[in-house]
């Protein structure tokens, strides 16, 4: 078999690992109620499982890739498959409030790494010219389990138990398990030096700006997916059935939104693409609070977000690798950690207004003030690099 071909296979395998991690991340949502049920806890306590895996992503990328890029890249995958297996599975078991808080903080810990280490590994894997296609291909399992994953997780875990979404997900790792131990090229460690060398990264003022405009920015999208269950429900009058109609066409925003960032980051440049779509999602969050009672027109803004959000994570995340030379995969990682971080953040400070008494529309608006601040970050970040080059300029 030609390297081409084993290498699309390899990057088939990342993709697959993208899929399992992408269900287990947003299933949660969907079967929320049910696990409040089932464990007789309130639904604000049921969100405690969506923030719980979340902190355990923030604190496995740092830690996993840092530890990991001194061992085989494809071990490495291999290891934080079996880790995301096993305790996705032992989530399905769980009987208390207790007990599956832990499992699913565990489950957290390899999601960041994996995806770090997974999108260096794209990169090395790609065409020269063409890494950021190889990026896409692995979070294109991330988007996919949007329009598949979730939804059949959310109707299994509904319909008979929500610990059968949990089992899903913990089939997904095996099969991803697989794919990466027969399909991974062997691969030689991502770095040499010691992990102190490694950890100097976080000395560079620039990557800590990456890492807060990631948070800010694709929080924008959180604080409106959050709250797309109410949004479609008390806002457009759709009956309940509509909500996994909804996801899906946001899902299927996401796998288009995904190659279209692909694309802007190889027609434009990283940074500039990162402006383009936080300006649009902005705009589009802004549209969608004012048309959201439109039935139609709702359900149009729910792909159009979804495609528009996530043409942000490649370039995001070459931009963040680009900062990270010399421990790229811990750099990597981080935006992961970074993308969870907005995760929680967004669906916080959304819920503040709402929780305040004001419609579930105000979390749109929130939205677009974090994307449009996120854009604005970036554009900071053009600016600056532009002055540095004038000023090398000048001293020569």
Do not use: C
Not at 1 to 10: D, E, F, P, Q, T
Not at 26 to 40: E, W, Y
Not at 274 to 285: E, F, N, P, R, Y
Request: glycine residues 10%.
């Amino acid at each position: 078999m030609s390297a081409k071909k084993m290498n699309k296979k390899a990057l088939f395998a990342l993709a697959i690992g993208g899929f399992g991690i992408g269900m287990t991340e947003f299933v949660i949502m969907g079967i929320l109620p049910d696990v409040a049920k089932a464990l007789s806890i309130t639904i604000p306590e049921a969100g405690h499982f969506i923030a719980i895996y979340a902190l355990g992503v923030v604190v496995g990328a740092p830690l996993l890739s840092s530890l990991g890029s001194k061992w085989p890249s494809h071990k490495m995958l291999l290891g934080l498959m079996l880790w995301f297996t096993v305790f996705n599975t032992l989530s399905a078991f769980a009987e208390s409030y207790t007990s599956l808080l832990i499992f699913r903080f565990l489950s957290g810990l390899p999601h960041g790494a994996f995806f770090g280490i997974g999108a260096v590994v794209a990169g090395k894997l790609a065409t020269p010219g063409k890494e950021p296609q190889a990026m896409a291909i692995m979070f294109a399992g991330l988007t996919v389990a949007n329009v598949v994953g979730v939804p059949l997780g959310t109707y299994f875990g509904h319909h008979f138990s929500w610990n059968v979404a949990f089992m899903m997900v913990g089939v997904v790792g095996v099969l991803a398990m697989l794919t990466v131990y027969l399909w991974m090229p062997k691969l030689k460690p991502a770095s040499t030096v010691s992990i102190k060398q490694d950890f100097k990264i976080f000395k560079r003022i620039e990557l800590w700006i990456l890492i807060l405009l990631t948070t800010v920015g694709t929080g924008g999208f959180f604080a409106w997916y959050s709250y797309i269950a109410p949004l479609i429900t008390d806002v457009t009058k759709y009956p309940e059935y509509m909500i996994g109609y909804a996801m899906i066409l946001a899902g299927l925003g996401m796998v288009a939104g995904n190659f279209l960032g692909a694309k802007l980051t190889e027609k434009l440049s990283p940074m500039r693409a990162v402006i383009t779509s936080l300006g649009l999602m902005a705009t589009v969050l802004i549209i969608n609070a004012l048309v959201a009672a439109n039935p139609v027109m709702v359900l149009i803004l729910t792909f159009t977000i979804g495609a528009i959000s996530f043409s942000v994570v490649t370039p995001l995340q070459m931009a963040i690798i680009n900062a990270s030379k010399g421990s790229e995969m811990l750099g990597s990682s981080m935006n992961q950690s970074a993308f969870n971080m907005g995760n929680a953040s967004g669906a916080f400070l959304a819920g503040l207004p709402i929780a305040k008494g004001y419609s579930v529309v105000s979390s749109s608006y929130v939205g677009a003030i974090l994307a449009g601040t996120g854009a604005l970050i970036a554009v900071g970040i053009v600016i600056s690099r532009r002055q540095k080059r004038k000023l090398n300029i000048s001293k020569e």
